[in-house]
């Protein structure tokens, strides 16, 4: 018996949201070995409108219970981002220590992407998501002046690195994946960079069925525009994992179809899954919003819980569904989210 907490969030989060639950209800019902409870929290920017917080105090309490997130978007243009990102989301990443960022960058037969290549790309990228780049750290000195000079610095530590390269090879080994492809720019980066790269060597030598390259962050960028069919698992910092996320979901056809998850890998507090996008605004409460990120997390969810088959049979009827071209706008058709959200429904009974 599993309980997922879920945060629908705001705009098009909770339209897609809507979808992924009806869906997952669906799955419970035809397979009685899914055993899992659901509570919907309200927590968003309508909340904060009302109450002046994104969640109350003792939210992570609340939280901490369940065994995962699902979680929708958050953003509203009353509300600066700061808030809504400093007030909920990064509680949740670092309070549940949720040092991964985990994205499938897979193409789906059917999606019209910008790579007109007939190859198979299908690899994943694991991003630290706790240090790194993105640190308070630094300052700024003789502000207004011309000589103004700005200071940011990098934390790197050796445990965080060894803890997100174990993460990476475990994954590649459970998943079959022959390469982990590590992010680099330690001709440059000279002091964070060259912990990096000692450190994910290091767990690489643990790892000899597994293939390990370091490749320049430069160079990989182009690398996933040539030959993006090449990679495994690609394992990069927090900034560079940023980037690379991006460009990865670009490449397989965009916002609407990318999922991701924050991993917690020792399991003492709840992962959370959740799209890639945000909530939009220039077409919330019009109902054409894509619901395939929010079902395609769904399915990182019930994968991460340990429910493999109804994982795949969501993405088998995700694949069916782009194939029989029932698609929203954002995938050039003129289907609704909820038509979308009933497609994958329906088929989804027959791949359980
Ligand atoms: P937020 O501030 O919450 O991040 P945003 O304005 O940045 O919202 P995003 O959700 O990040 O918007 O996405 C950028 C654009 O991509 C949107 O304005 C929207 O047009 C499009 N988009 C994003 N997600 C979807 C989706 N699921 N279906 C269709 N289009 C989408
Ligand atoms: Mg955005």
């Known amino acids: 018996m599993h309980n997922i907490a879920v945060i629908p969030g705001d705009g098009i989060g909770r339209e897609v949201m809507e979808e992924a639950l009806c869906l997952l209800e669906e799955i419970c019902k035809t397979n009685s070995l899914l055993t899992i409870e659901w509570e919907i929290f309200s927590w968003s920017s309508e909340y904060y409108l009302q109450h002046g917080e994104m969640m109350p105090k003792n939210g992570l309490d609340t939280l901490k219970k369940y065994d995962a997130i699902l979680f929708g978007a958050i953003g509203d243009p009353r509300v600066a981002d700061e808030v809504s990102i400093w007030d909920l989301i990064m509680p949740i990443r670092k309070g549940f220590e949720q040092y991964i960022n985990f994205r499938p960058i897979k193409q789906l037969a059917g999606i019209n992407a910008p790579l007109q290549i007939d190859k198979d790309i299908d690899f994943v990228i694991i ?104 990679f495994g698992v690609v394992l990069a910092s927090n900034l560079f994992g940023d980037i690379l996320s991006d460009l990865g979901s670009s490449i397989v056809g965009g916002l609407g179809v990318s999922p991701s998850a924050n991993i917690n890998p020792e399991g003492n507090y709840p992962s959370m899954f959740e799209p890639v996008h945000g909530s939009a605004p220039d077409i919330a409460g019009q109902g054409i919003a894509n619901p395939i990120a929010q079902v395609w997390s769904l399915a990182l969810l019930l994968e991460h819980l340990g429910y493999e088959q109804p994982a795949d049979a969501i993405l088998q009827s995700i694949q069916h569904v782009i194939q029989e071209g029932i698609v929203t706008p954002d995938l050039g058709g003129t289907c609704t989210t909820k038509q979308v959200g009933k497609a994958i429904r329906d088929q989804v009974k027959s791949n359980l």
């Open 127 to 230: 991003r630290e998501n706790a240090e790194g780049e993105y640190s308070n750290m630094g300052g700024n000195l003789y502000q207004g002046t011309s000589q103004e000079m700005a200071v940011q610095n990098t934390v790197m530590t050796r445990e965080g690195v060894k803890k997100a390269s174990a993460f990476a090879f475990k994954y590649a080994r459970s998943k079959n994946y022959k390469k982990v492809t590590s992010a680099t720019k330690s001709n440059a980066i000279l002091h964070t960079m060259k912990l990096w790269d000692r450190e994910v060597a290091s767990v690489s030598s643990n790892y000899e069925d597994i293939h390990f390259e370091s490749v320049y962050i430069d160079a990989l960028t182009a690398y996933f525009v040539q030959r993006p069919e090449e």
